[in-house]
Each structure stands twice: as C-alpha cells, then as structure tokens.
C-alpha cells in the first residue's frame, strides 16, 4: 500500500507525518477488503488520522489528475499506480507524472487467484514461491511497465503530452509580505531625524545661553603676535 502526489512541490511527501501535516485531501478506492480491515485494526496513531481524513473516489483517472495537479495525494496498491502511470501519465521526457512514495503502510504478498479446487494447486503455489524467490516476479513486473511505457510513449506525441505543474508547498513572497521591514527602516530614519534635530536645538540653546563668542586675540592682540 503506498501514495502518490504531485511531482511539482519543492518537498516532495514521502512519509505518514507529511501526509498528516499537510492539508492535501487523501483519495482512496473502497475495495472493501484488507486494506480496510488493516486500516481499521491498527495501533499507528498517524494511520489513524489518515484514515479519518480518507475520501472515497469513483474515478480512477480523475483522482490521478487531482494528484498530478497538487489538490491531493491518491494512496492505492503499489503496482496498480505503477501500471496506471506507465500506460497513461507520462510526461513529454517519458517521466511520471506523479511522485510515488517509498513508503509501504502495508505490505502484501504476491498472490496466485485460482479456483479452491484447482487439483494443480500445490504446484501453483510452489511455482509462485520459486518465482519469488528466484526474482522472476520482479524480473516480470518490470518487464511488462517497460512494454506499458514503450506503447505509450508511441501511441502519444511528445507536443501532446502533459508537463509537470510545480506547486510549491510554501506560497512565493509578494510585497505584503515585505512591509515589516520597510516600517523597521522608516522607523529607524525617523529615530535618527528626531536625534539630530533634538542634537541641533539644544546646541542652539546652549550657544543662546552663552552669549557671543569672543576670540582671545582680539582682546590681547600683542599676545596672539607673539605666538606666531
């Protein structure tokens, strides 16, 4: 089980405490199934605020452009995003749309679908181990998104095909944002206007007060000659 969400944003979401800090809405498909029952039992607290925040979707294809779009964040199985991704949602470098998480909240094994009956069935299940085992599951996996992207990329010309929006998480800054300093700047010139002109009135006063200046060599002029 893991998440997708928008490319775009300067930090991309990648773990359960992002995802319950932002404000994105959480999309999910009702399989009424495991996923439920995991979601439901669980003991994680931050599991448990995702999944009071859940919103079932109807639509497959327009929870992925929710996501591609920065409006949320679409939690689904691993390989079914990877799958719906490389056939469809492919920018025009061949590069997803959208930013798969690392992250597993649950993790489920690979299964083999047959009939409770089948008389193969104990060789099915030995052949799926040994598969597993052997790396042939992944060897598969990867060769089939490989076969998705390639037919994508050739039945979609690259002018046609959808960029990446950049939606970053902090909004960018405008002039509103830059008044404090401004006000700061004005107060501290208007500091100084008011410093020098309360310097320059009380030298004023302080000369009124005093009365003129008289220079010493115009009451003892022989002096001041002896002194050049």
Aim: aromatic letters at 14%; one cysteine or more; proline letters at 5%.
């Amino acid at each position: 089980m893991a998440f997708m969400t928008s490319p775009g944003t300067e930090q991309p979401i990648a773990t359960p405490e992002q995802i319950v800090k932002s404000d994105l809405e959480i999309y999910m498909y009702n399989y009424i199934g495991t996923t439920n029952q995991a979601f439901e039992t669980t003991d994680n607290e931050l599991y448990k605020k995702i999944w009071e925040r859940k919103q079932w979707i109807t639509s497959f294809d327009q929870a992925y452009k929710d996501s591609i779009a920065g409006k949320g964040l679409f939690m689904d199985y691993r390989i079914g995003m990877k799958t719906a991704v490389f056939a469809g949602y492919l920018d025009s470098n061949g590069q997803s749309l959208m930013h798969l998480a690392g992250y597993n909240f649950f993790h489920f094994p690979k299964t083999w679908a047959t009939s409770p009956r089948n008389m193969f069935i104990e060789s099915l299940n030995d052949g799926m181990l040994q598969a597993i085992q052997t790396g042939h599951m992944d060897f598969w996996q990867a060769q089939t998104l490989a076969q998705l992207k390639l037919e994508n990329l050739r039945k979609t010309p690259k002018h046609l095909r959808q960029k990446v929006v950049y939606v970053p998480l902090e909004q960018p800054l405008t002039i509103e944002d830059l008044q404090g300093p401004f006000y700061m700047f004005g107060f501290f010139i208007g500091l100084c206007l008011v410093s020098f002109a309360f310097e320059s009135t009380c030298g004023n006063l302080l000369r009124w007060r005093r009365g003129p200046q008289i220079r010493s060599e115009s009451m003892y002029p022989e002096q001041a000659w002896g002194r050049y």
